[in-house]
């Protein structure tokens, strides 16, 4: 029997496409920092001088060029960010790619709750540890939180096999965006706001770190 490939349209598939196409995009937005670097300026550094005219110290067309590409590369990187959070939902959340119509009698069951339900609200990680001034801090996150909701994933959407690699990913794509996280701290529901950012001056783009958890 022969090795059978994916299907180069499956969400994962689409999912490394964008997520190399993303990679590129950044290494391109590098490329074009650094020409700004090398003059000394960054997006608003003025171009001309107290009296109007163009800075004989700088290469005008090279970072005018530079500026416009980086602008350009931003707005793609948002675009292809957005996409990447889309697939990651096919992924790990398959109720959200398939629109089902009710009829009368499956409305009647859906307004009971369900085992599946009753399953999503359940914690699915533990937090270990809290890096102060870090985006998590920031959040309100704390030491012992159980986190029942990250972003769309639920405790459904992860498997023993991939451990919290869902999160790790959905992370990975979110960078300077706002993620809903729902915690349970000491039998209360907390709904709290994170923004993954690098630069933070820790480790992550959160400054936390989080483990499995299983309830059961």
Same mark, same amino acid.
Do not use: N, Q, Y
């Given at each position: 029997m022969g090795l059978m490939l994916p299907s180069p349209d499956s969400p994962r598939e689409r999912a490394r496409t964008l997520i190399a196409h993303k990679d590129a995009i950044e290494t391109e937005i590098g490329a074009q920092a650094d020409i700004l670097k090398a003059n000394s300026c960054d997006m608003t550094t003025p171009l001309v001088d107290r009296e109007g005219f163009p800075r004989a110290d700088l290469d005008i067309y090279a970072i005018r060029r530079a500026r416009t590409r980086i602008i350009e590369l931003r707005n793609d990187l948002r675009d292809v960010t957005n996409d990447i959070g889309k697939v990651l939902e096919e992924i790990y959340d398959p109720s959200v790619a398939t629109s089902v119509s009710l009829t009368s009698a499956s409305a009647e069951v859906a307004s009971q709750p369900s085992s599946s339900e009753d399953e999503k609200l359940k914690p699915f990680a533990r937090v270990d540890g809290v890096? +102060? $001034? /870090? +985006?998590?801090? $920031?959040?309100?996150?704390?030491? $012992?939180? &159980?986190?029942?909701? @990250?972003?769309? &994933? *639920?405790? /459904?959407? @992860? *498997?023993?096999?991939?451990l919290l690699q869902p999160l790790a990913e959905l992370v990975s794509v979110s960078e300077n965006r706002e993620l809903a996280v729902q915690v349970l701290r000491e039998g209360e529901t907390l709904d709290l706001k994170f923004v993954p950012r690098k630069g933070w001056g820790g480790r992550g783009m959160l400054g936390c770190h989080i483990v499995p958890y299983n309830s059961t």
């Open positions: 890096a +102060p $001034e /870090s +985006p998590a801090a $920031e959040s309100g996150l704390r030491r $012992e939180d &159980l986190i029942v909701k @990250f972003g769309h &994933l *639920t405790r /459904s959407s @992860f *498997t023993a096999a991939a």
